[in-house]
T-cell receptor, first 117, second 109 residues
Framework: EAQVTQNPRYLITVTGKKLTVTCSQNMNHEYMSWYRQDPGLGLRQIYYSMNVEVTDKGDVPEGYKVSRKEKRNFPLILESPSPNQTSLYFC???????WGTGKETQYFGPGTRLLVL | DAKTTQPPSMDCAEGRAANLPCNHSTISGNEYVYWYRQIHSQGPQYIIHGLKNNETNEMASLIITEDRKSSTLILPHATLRDTAVYYCIVRGWVDKIIFGKGTRLHILP
């Protein structure tokens, strides 16, 4: 089954304790992305990756790191989490064919709910 | 800033057609219009997309104006399960994606 998986689904941590949220897709997609969702603010892109070893900032990258060493995995790293990073996080993937071809439908993971105390 | 503008909320009676508008006045020639929806706090789900022609699939229809500056998503027979937040985005060159806040659709029994 084609899917995007995220782990963990729920996480409670304390300020300053490094954490990693994993994301994996089995569709051989080039493009992967992380979003955060907060009440009243919609979905905001944190980082995206257009292919292996190619990553770039989205709209809200501060306090986050990513890496793309393999095509299927795109982990989100919070080196020193703070309470303002309490949020619902989504990973997504899609084909990346350069200029739009209409084949860039995004597939989203189930979400990771993070609480930073 | 979002490339699209949507009303924050809409109501629709169950069984009627739900028409959700989206303004994308700065859309460029190679950008497609995509619609997604998010039920509760689940991951957003793809609905439909189009470039300039009207499109229909088993979930919805997409009407794009001739100048491509706006579009309408149509759910032909809305049910309570269609209650969700609907996002309209434009996407061409595959880089940063801006979702905006979407439209919260309430289906009224």
């Amino acid at each position: 089954e084609a899917q995007v998986t995220q782990n963990p689904r729920y996480l409670i941590t304390v300020t300053g304790k490094k954490l990693t949220v994993t994301c994996s897709q089995n569709m051989n997609h080039e493009y992967m992305s992380w979003y955060r969702q907060d009440p009243g603010l919609g979905l905001r892109q944190i980082y995206y990756s257009m292919n292996v070893e190619v990553t770039d900032k989205g709209d809200v990258p501060e306090g986050y790191k990513v890496s793309r060493k393999e095509k299927r995995n795109f982990p989100l790293i919070l080196e020193s989490p703070s309470p303002n990073q309490t949020s619902l996080y989504f990973c997504a993937s899609s084909l990346s064919t350069g200029w739009g071809t209409g084949k860039e439908t995004q597939y989203f993971g189930p979400g990771t709910r993070l609480l930073v105390l | 800033d979002a490339k699209t503008t949507q009303p924050p909320s809409m109501d629709c009676a169950e069984g009627r057609a739900a028409n959700l508008p989206c303004n994308h006045s700065t859309i460029s020639g190679n950008e497609y219009v995509y619609w997604y929806r998010q039920i509760h706090s689940q991951g957003p789900q793809y609905i439909i997309h189009g470039l300039k022609n009207n499109e229909t699939n088993e979930m919805a229809s997409l009407i794009i104006t001739e100048d491509r500056k706006s579009s309408t998503l149509i759910l032909p027979h809305a049910t309570l399960r269609d209650t969700a937040v609907y996002y309209c985005i434009v996407r061409g060159w595959v880089d940063k994606i801006i979702f905006g806040k979407g439209t919260r659709l309430h289906i009224l029994p």
